[in-house]
């Protein structure tokens, strides 16, 4: 992909995590923990996708994306995001794993609540930094 595609694809992703933040919010609310933790990993999951299509980079898997993106955002100086940022996807993406796949796993509405803030909380920084880049 040229590097007009990657940031058509970085705004496409990024309006993809807002609607998949909102989707998580919305289970919150309805009390459906276990998707909602799945929507807010995958929120933040598309959030990191889209900083990294900003600088050409893109992984299919999921453990690919976080390698990734400690590698391009968290190793290398960057502004926008810090080690926090990294153990919060980790985090959240263990949260999705219990929820989707352990069939005993209760998921609880302070927990999720916080996965949906975290999801928020990336997502800000995920647009500061594409705002930054000229890609919003």
Known sequence: MN????????K???ERAKELVDEAAE?????HYRSANNRAF?????????ALAAIGKDSESH????????MEFIHQPCEFFGRDDLRILQ???????????DDFYVANKAECEDQV?????????VRAYLESQGIL
């Open 63 to 70: 453990n690919g994306i976080i390698k990734t993106f400690n």
């Open 12 to 14: 496409l992703r990024y």
């Open 3 to 10: 590097a007009d595609n990657m940031r058509d694809l970085a």
């Open 91 to 101: 985090s959240m993406e263990r949260i999705r794993n219990a929820s989707d796949y």
């Open 117 to 125: 803030d975290e999801a928020r909380s990336l997502l800000c920084r």
């Open 42 to 50: 995958y929120a933040g999951e598309k959030a990191v996708k889209a």
């Open 27 to 31: 289970l919150l609310q309805n009390e």
